[in-house]
């Protein structure tokens, strides 16, 4: 579960989210919209410790986002960007770059782990062999959503991900995020995707409230 | 063999020669006769000035003055990177002061008391244009690695939280970014090594020759330099990078806004 408790965040003076409350219970499937500086990366970036929390409390499975909390709180999470930036190398190497961290190494994915995995994405595994940054849109996100699964994250930070994927990308990510157990807490204007959250909240100038 | 003194008058002569330049530059209405007759002054004011004090400090010669010399010349060098890279003085003068250290002291030590071995091994001849050289070289190179780190980080931080998710210790997520600040960074100094002596002859080893030296003595310092710049370029570049780490990220290991010149905590 994530929770945030009257959360105020600010940065150089300008309050940028303010008494915030709200909570999630594991496996529902959030969106945040609002315009764009309204407060909702922040929102984001607070709950991994990219933001500084100026009042109130913000947990993520029972554990406060605090210094000594945040190694832990950050093994559950993973971010997924509008536009994921690969490296220059092999799609496999970059799926495979956290077990390169001394944190996972050693516990490497079997190649048919991986493959499971591709095939519930709708990835074909001959472009692992290719080069990441030849890949689409849609298929760098999946790989990044891939590399979570197999990092056995449990939320998803979605951010803006569906602005620019293609229809075959766009339902393979829906259906996976959708039918999956994880907690997805994500960004968007896509009317589709809001339309197939549990929950809606709209967030204006720093001040969150919950679309029934 | 000593190079042959110029007389002030055909000294003078130089700066009749600077008026065929600003005349080409009035002439393209660049605007920067005032610039350069400005920056003419200040060098010539300033060498005359280190002319004059290196031949004090030539002829006392003491260890102490030569020790005090190079840490002023360090400061100095380390307020420049600081300044020039965009960073905040006050939050990573340490850091980067020892950075620099590092690469010019080992290297520099190295040069006095395994390479050319002067008696006494602190002479002022060598040791403090040597010192001079490398510092020089380090600044130039410690600004582009210190200014390409940490303005990458900031551009990309979505990547490096990236790398946190996944796991990353913050010296693993550092990495790549350090790895393309350096790999940029040290792109002039290989491509200089690589052309050198085809396209350029040295000012070091210029001066050498005219000073008297013979051509392959001179080569030999000359190449002595270059290892040594480029030592000193790696070594300082990687310690002042490392070094820094600790002062630029906060307890969460995000980088802190307050190491970026003109920014403010908060």
Known sequence: MISFEAVTISMRGRILVQDVSFSIMTGEKVVLCGKSGSGKTTLLKALVGGAQIMQGVIQVGGLSVLPENIQQIRQDLAYIPQDPIVSQETAAEDLLLPFTFKAHSGKEPTAAQIEAVLSRLLLDPAILRQKSATLSGGEKQRLVIARAILLNKRIFLADEITSALDPESKDAVFSFLLESEHTVLSISHDPEWVGRCNRVFTIDNGILREEK | ?266
Not at chain 2, 80 to 92: P, Q, S, Y
Not at chain 2, 180 to 202: D, F, N, Q, W
Not at chain 2, 245 to 264: H, Q, R, T, V, Y
Request: hydrophobic residues 55%; contains cysteine; aromatic residues 10%.
């Open chain 2, 1 to 266: 063999m000593e190079a042959l003194d110029i007389p002030l008058a055909r000294f003078a002569l130089l700066y009749l020669l600077l008026l065929l330049p600003l005349y080409f530059l009035q002439r393209l209405k660049l605007g920067l006769g005032r610039e350069v007759l400005i920056s003419v002054v200040r060098m010539s004011v300033q060498l005359f000035l280190v002319g004059i004090y290196l031949k004090y400090i030539f002829t006392i010669n003491s260890l102490l003055l030569n020790i005090l010399w190079i840490v002023v010349i360090m400061v100095v060098a380390n307020l420049n990177i600081l300044k020039k890279a965009g960073l905040a003085v006050r939050k990573l003068f340490w850091p980067s002061l020892a950075g620099v250290a590092c690469g010019t002291l080992v290297v520099l030590g190295v040069f006095l008391f395994l390479v050319v071995r002067p008696t006494p091994l602190y002479d002022a001849r060598y040791m403090i244009p040597l010192a001079g050289m490398l510092l020089g070289n380090c600044m130039n190179g410690n600004i582009l690695s210190l200014e390409r780190f940490y303005s990458g980080l900031r551009k990309s931080e979505s990547t490096f939280l990236s790398y946190l998710l996944m796991g990353a210790t913050l010296k693993e997520a550092v990495h790549p970014f350090m790895r393309e600040a350096i790999r940029s960074s040290l792109a002039p100094t290989i491509a200089s090594m690589m052309t050198i002596g085809i396209v350029s002859l040295p000012g070091m080893m210029t001066g050498q020759i005219l000073g008297g030296s013979f051509p392959l003595v001179a080569i030999k310092y000359q190449i002595m330099i270059m290892i040594g710049i480029f030592s000193s370029l790696v070594i300082s570049m990687v310690a002042s990078l490392y070094l820094s780490l600790p002062f630029a990220f906060d307890s969460m290991l995000m980088l802190k806004d307050e190491i970026f010149a003109g920014k403010k905590k908060g």
